[in-house]
Each structure stands twice: as C-alpha cells, then as structure tokens.
C-alpha cells in the first residue's frame, strides 16, 4: 500500500491546490507570536508556490531559499531572485537574502544562518530549527536542497542550520543549503516531485525503500508530505 503521505495529483490545478492549501494552513492558523517561517526550493515548483504565498503580503511571514546558488540576486540561478520576479515588490522584505559578497560559501553560509535564527524560530531540544513549512523539490538522481547523493553534505548531523558547499556535482558549483537535520527537525515539509524523469527513482524510494538517495531519508519521516503527478508516480504501486 502508498504510503499515506504519499498523494497523487491528477492535474496542475490538484497540484497547485494542494501548496495553496498547505500555505493557507500554517498561515492562517498559526497562533505563534513569532513569525511564520516558510522554506521554498527552486527549479519548477517556484510558480506553483509563489502563487500560493501571493495572497498573503500582509501577513507577519518570513521566507528563505532552503538552498541558494551564491550569484547576484539578479542572475538567472538565483532562487530567491526567481521568486521576487513573481511576487509583488512588498515580498522583498520578508525574504532571507543573502550577502552582497557571493565568493566565500562558508561566510555566506553563517551569514544566512544568522539571519534565520534572527526570526526567533523555535527549536528542538538538540537546537535545530522547527520550520513551520518547507518546500522541497527533487531531482532525478534523488537530490534534494543541495544534498546530492555520495555528497560529504548528506552525512552531516552536526547542529549547524546552514552548510555550505563549493563542489556541487551539479552548477552552479557553490552553493548554501539546509542541512539533513534540519529537514527532519520541520514542522512539515512538502516534497514536490514531478515529471516522468523521476518516476524510476520515485518506484526505488517508495516501492523499494532504496536508502541510496538523501531524499530517502525523508520518506519514512512523519513530517514529510510526497506530492506527485500521475506522471512521476507512473512506477509507483498503488495496491
């Protein structure tokens, strides 16, 4: 049998009521007195939930890539730049950005954690940050954030919320990203998956519970939503 936390959706409009949904629930519901902090990934899902945070300009949200490629806000790489693209001009200052000076990921890495932990986001016994919603995206190898597999990063379980990285297998090569832990430590976490190129890999994470990629750590996590479309759960069994 699926895994309960795994949903199927069967048309963009599912997709993007499912992240709209997920956004309104921890935005309107919220009875902390801090600020709702919600984590975005890049790449294709960056429509999907830059719409969904659109209507909520107003609301005391703060917002962070949980990976960033280190260019200028402006370059085409730039998460966070690809979502103020979309947003209106007022989103600017509920995002986390990052230094103007991109050339040293450890400094750009320190510099973004300081930001976070600013936003007084409560934390786990360990001293890990409970996130109230991240968005994760995966790729075709199994990667997720910038954890890609047989990467020292994915070993990681130290108490650092950021982590830098100067050696991405996939460019840009330097990079900041969340750490394994911290993903696990989230309030929830919405993975997004679709496409048929990550069908196959899809069927060895949910079907054969293959520990060989970073996201399948978060497969068995309570905290952690898989939404996928009818053409990345091709291979997935449904019995």
């Known amino acids: 049998m699926v895994n309960p936390r795994v949903h199927i959706t069967k048309s963009p409009a599912d997709l993007e009521k499912f992240v709209a949904d997920a956004v309104h629930n921890v935005v309107v519901f919220d009875n902390n007195p801090f600020p709702v902090v919600i984590g975005v990934s890049g790449g294709s899902i960056v429509p999907v939930v830059a719409k969904a945070l659109e209507p909520y300009a107003g609301r005391n949200i703060r917002i962070f890539a949980v990976d960033e490629r280190l260019v200028a806000l402006e370059d085409a790489d730039s998460n966070t730049g690809a ?111 679709t496409g048929a190129g990550k069908a196959e890999v899809l069927h060895k994470i949910i079907d054969e519970k293959d520990q060989g990629y970073p996201t399948s750590k978060l497969f068995s996590a309570l905290n952690t939503d898989w939404v996928l479309d009818e053409a990345s759960a091709a291979n997935v069994a449904n019995e």
């Open 83 to 193: 979502y103020l693209k979309l947003l209106p001009p007022a989103f600017k200052d509920k995002f986390a950005l990052l230094p103007v000076d991109v050339t040293n990921a450890s400094v750009a890495a320190t510099s973004y954690e300081s930001i976070l932990r600013s936003w007084k986001v409560p934390q786990t016994e360990g001293g890990l940050p409970a996130f109230d919603l991240l968005f994760l995206g995966m790729g075709p190898d199994g990667h997720t954030c910038s954890l890609f597999p047989g990467h020292e990063l994915v070993k990681y379980s130290g108490p650092a919320w950021v982590l830098s990285i100067e050696d991405s297998p996939k460019p840009p090569p330097r990079r900041i990203t969340v750490s394994l832990p911290v993903l696990l430590a989230a309030k929830r976490n919405v993975l997004i998956a």
